[in-house]
């Protein structure tokens, strides 16, 4: 392995050129996996806030954290309970589950597919039991973040050491032009999340086993002002608000169970909201 220079952060605007590390349970498979080439890693742990008040919840917080705090909302609460295993959960930021890459096979044994800079989704006509079921046109990858959908059902807003947006402006769809599935620019980090605190909120997790696995669909459910937002992990290469039912779903020969699962669970998740 290369050598790579490891520093501390020692303020939000140290990582310009560099790659931010906070738990690691990405950013060191990734290098590992070659799939990542750093020069420097910068350890943000130092500068990016990390305690929970109220709806203000530090980016640096684990997911463990969040998971047993009663002043999070159930949605973040479940969603962050039923992610990965107690050990990674415990490293795991929130900032860097919201950044985590996907987890298309062909992407992590760096075939040199769209997301990549290549010229060809090979999931879209190879192995795709996993993969997305919306907006899969250009790249069929599957966002992996349980966490990113509740926050997105929630309508949390996010407060970079550059910006504030809603989560919903996080995240984009990847084109031919630009290959990105976030809007982070370099050197931007995740400081801190506004969580409104809904009326009701739900998560609810469909899984290839029953604990310690990625999303084959997640759905989470807020209501607000008599308002639901539903969004769901594991169907779209973003993290994906409903909106208008799942009739714009595209699924591939071999993923059209996941829109199944989707619809029940859409439809499980409002009963469970309504009181049923
Ligand atoms: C085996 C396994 C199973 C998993 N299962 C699930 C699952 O079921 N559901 C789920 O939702 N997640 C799952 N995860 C993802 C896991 O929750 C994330 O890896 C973890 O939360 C990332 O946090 P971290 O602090 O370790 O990030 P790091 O590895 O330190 O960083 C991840 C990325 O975010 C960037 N980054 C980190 N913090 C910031 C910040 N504040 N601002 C800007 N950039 C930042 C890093 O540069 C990097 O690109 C799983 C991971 C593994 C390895
Ligand atoms: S789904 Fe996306 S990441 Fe996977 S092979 Fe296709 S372009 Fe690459």
Redesign the pocket.
């Known amino acids: 392995m290369r050598d790579i220079e490891l520093r501390q952060a020692s303020s939000t605007t140290d990582v310009d050129g560099a790659?931010?590390?906070?738990?690691?349970?990405?950013?060191?498979?990734l290098i590992r996996a070659g799939l990542l080439k750093a020069d420097t890693l910068v350890d943000?742990r130092g500068v990016?806030p990390r305690g929970i008040d109220g709806a203000r919840i530090g980016?640096?917080a684990t997911?463990a954290e969040l998971e047993c705090d009663p002043q999070v909302p159930a949605a973040l609460r479940e969603?962050c309970k039923?992610?990965?295993?107690p050990q990674?959960?415990n490293?795991?930021?929130?900032?860097?589950?919201l950044?985590?890459a996907t987890r298309c096979w062909y992407w992590r044994l760096d075939w040199p597919c769209r997301l990549h800079g290549g010229d060809e989704c090979f999931a879209r006509d190879g192995e795709h039991r996993e993969h997305a079921i919306i907006a899969n046109d250009f790249c069929a990858s599957a966002h992996?973040?349980?966490?990113a959908a509740a926050l997105l059902a929630l309508d949390a807003t996010l407060r970079t050491n550059r910006r504030e947006l809603p989560i919903a402006d996080l995240y984009r769809l990847p084109t031919e032009d630009d290959r990105r599935t976030t809007t982070?620019e370099s050197g931007?980090?995740?400081?801190e999340l506004n969580v409104p605190e809904p009326e009701g909120s739900v998560y609810l997790k469909a899984m290839e086993r029953k604990r310690?696995?990625?999303?084959m669909v997640g759905v989470a459910a807020a209501r607000s002002s008599g308002v639901t937002r539903v969004a769901l992990a594991g169907v779209a290469p973003i993290p994906w608000l409903l909106q208008g039912g799942l009739d714009q779903a595209t699924p591939l020969p071999r993923n059209a169970y996941k829109l199944d699962v989707a619809k029940t669970l859409v439809q499980r998740a409002e009963t469970a909201l309504n009181g049923g």
């Open positions: 790659t931010p590390i906070h738990g690691g349970t990405e950013v060191v498979p943000i990016i980016a640096g997911l969603a039923l992610a990965a295993s990674l959960r490293m795991g930021s929130v900032g860097g589950n950044l985590q992996p973040s349980d966490v982070l931007e980090l995740i400081l310690w696995a990625f999303p």
